[in-house]
């Protein structure tokens, strides 16, 4: 086994001799469950392979209807659309959580990630035992079913507390810090399917996209992310951290593909704490934070799910030149048409790239898009995608 461990600026990439590699013709058909704007970008990642994708999702006209080479509108727990799909792919991939895992186990297509993972990384509390009993640093958490366990948790794990959902979240909801039992009631209602995690104070948050393929793991550059309201605002590429730091990052996000099981590319989420890492979360899928590899990386991470999922060698996934990435949210009150104005001028600042997702509908904080830039170093690249971010809005 060839093991590479470059600096903090470049990337992890591990090969060995397994067999498992396939060659896949044009005309192969990926089947993706999840029509949003990560199967959107899987399915423009996948035209130049030759590899067409269909799509299952409930939405109408949804963002990858465009690129994809056919939709499947039905939804994620219906049993004839899978079984459609499947008629019609030859692997079957997921980039949404809210697919249904035994549905997946059932189709007669190999799947990518594991229904197993999807399974695990749905449900945060299976999630976090997972990884604990697996030796992986995580935030310390407890199970939380009813008003005394919450009261129980609030005295091991201190006050404040992160209590989240276990399933369903994403962009901030689900997710709430706790001071007492009446916080959470007005938040969450019913206390029951909670998980309750130690408020972590960190230094910055983290990530990584890893990807496992069949016969080779490789990874993407540690980035840092900023977050707002608990949505992600904004990627940069390379951290402040440092090359300790990024280190432990990289050996923590091999330790976490090593417990999860099928191909693909998975966003792991990090904590840096003193020095430390912790994992935050699991994304077995594309991830919001690696949208920047697109324009940032040598291979982009759609396409690596591409190359994942099908068993074709990994791409090479190093950093072309210091990268920011930025989120076009909703800048509004209330839901609208989204007509975008002032592309003209952010596609006028230098390097900048503009990724609209086709979404018919604006609504506050609903993500819209994304703007990629380049820089000499992480600061130009910050200020030129936050230039073009501020150029767009919405009429």
């Not at 695990?120 to 005394?148: C, H, I, M, N, Y």
């Not at 104005?341 to 979404?359: C, D, I, N, R, S």
Request: charged share 25%; aromatic share 4%; proline share 7%.
């Amino acid at each position: 086994m060839d093991r590479s461990r470059p600096g903090s600026d470049t990337f992890m990439h591990v090969r060995w001799d397994v067999p498992g590699m396939t060659e896949t013709p044009p005309g192969t058909t990926l089947g993706v469950v999840g029509g949003g704007q990560l199967g959107r970008m899987l399915a423009e990642a996948a035209s130049p392979l030759g590899v067409d994708v269909v799509v299952l999702d409930p939405t109408p006209d949804c963002p990858a209807a465009t690129p994809a080479a056919d939709h499947i509108e039905g939804a994620f727990d219906d049993p004839d659309a899978f079984a459609e799909l499947s008629a019609r792919a030859d692997v079957l991939t997921f980039e949404i959580e809210l697919a249904d895992p035994d549905l997946l186990a059932d189709v007669d297509v190999p799947v990518h990630p594991d229904p197993w993972t999807l399974r695990v990384t749905e449900d945060k509390l299976r999630e976090k035992e997972t990884l604990a009993d697996a030796g992986v640093p995580v935030p310390d958490f407890q199970r939380v079913d009813d008003a005394s366990d919450l009261e129980r948790a609030l005295d091991d794990l201190g006050s404040p507390l992160m209590v989240k959902a276990r399933s369903g979240g994403y962009d901030g909801r689900g997710n709430h810090v706790v001071e007492s039992v009446a916080d959470a009631e007005d938040y969450f209602g019913d206390l029951g399917g909670l998980v309750a995690e130690a408020l972590v104070d960190f230094e910055r948050e983290l990530s990584a996209i890893g990807a496992r393929g069949a016969s080779e793991h490789a990874q993407f550059p540690v980035v840092e992310n900023v977050h707002e309201e608990e949505i992600l605002r904004e990627t940069r590429v390379p951290p402040a951290a440092s090359d300790d730091v990024v280190a432990e990052a990289r050996e923590v996000v091999n330790d976490v593909l090593g417990v999860l099981d099928g191909r693909g590319v998975y966003g792991v989420e990090l904590f840096e704490v003193g020095g430390d890492v912790l994992v935050n979360e699991i994304a077995p899928r594309p991830h919001n934070s690696g949208h920047y590899t697109i324009e940032g990386a040598v291979t982009s991470q759609f396409e690596q799910h591409v190359r994942a999922v099908l068993g074709l060698p990994l791409g090479d996934p190093s950093l072309r030149d210091p990268t920011a990435m930025v989120n076009v949210l909703g800048d509004v009150e209330e839901t609208k048409p989204a007509d975008l104005t002032g592309m003209a001028e952010a596609l006028a600042v230098p390097t900048a790239a503009l990724h609209w997702y086709g979404k018919h509908d604006v609504r506050p904080l609903r993500k819209m898009g994304h703007v990629t830039a380049l820089g000499d170093d992480v600061a130009e690249a910050s200020e030129r995608a936050h230039e073009a971010r501020d150029s767009l809005s919405f009429q």
